[in-house]
């Protein structure tokens, strides 16, 4: 039985954009495949676009689309099969005293500054640094999908906030930032194992990371979850330790 959006689904269109600067490889030229009109996405249509490599930014949904270079490759983690390696449940125990709220995607004044603080520090010049208010709320609190916000404090301090897309299959970790003072804290990681334990409990099966890039030392961390596929060639398979290291 079809589903009431698949008519949707045969009304979007798809668009290949103007070439643009790689904000992941050197000297390289990037395209993205756009799906458009915005407003005809929505969750069961957004799950299976996630499935066949896209993602998306605020309201934009797209996935890569350039002409020579087939870097970026859309990963996922098989949840119900996930175990963390010693350095992962180092992670675990470290930040175990995290509490953590989920929230509809409303403006918080500490989470602006949070998100301001992070792009300052970790992203100094790449533009998102400069972000006002409205391109927050623009990137981080615009969704057609079912989309929410995870908010972890430690004694009522804000440490770290997840932007999370909930699909039928799992859930897309779309954006996280993160308080960068802490030299000695492992946010990150601890965020996708978090994401891979609230998995868990809905009973579903993947947690998408978005895309890896295996020449890009930014997305090396992703290959370290494990077992993690990739969609190679139109087909999910799991990732051989050769790839994940090469």
Known sequence: MSH???????????????????????DQMARSQVAIPAELIDAHIYSQLVRSGFRRSGLFTYRPWCDQCRACVPVRLRADEFQPDRTQRRALKRHSNLTVTLLPLVY?????????QYQKQRHSGGGMDEDSREQYENFILKSQVDSFLAEF??????????????????L?????????NDTHASYGTYNILWQVERTQQ?????????YWIG?????????RFSPIEGLVDGVWRLLSPYEKTG
């Open 153 to 170: 404090r430690l004694d009522g301090e804000l440490k770290m906030v997840s932007l999370i897309d909930q699909l039928s299959d799992g």
């Open 4 to 26: 009431p959006s698949d008519s949707r689904l045969i009304r979007l269109q798809f668009y290949a954009t103007a070439p643009y600067q790689c904000s992941y490889l050197d």
């Open 202 to 210: 809905l009973k579903l099966p993947h947690v998408y990371l978005g």
């Open 215 to 223: 020449q890009c030392r930014k997305m090396a961390y992703k290959a």
């Open 108 to 116: 918080q004044d500490d989470h602006y500054a949070l998100y301001h």
């Open 172 to 180: 897309s970790s779309v954006y996280t930032f993160f308080d960068p």
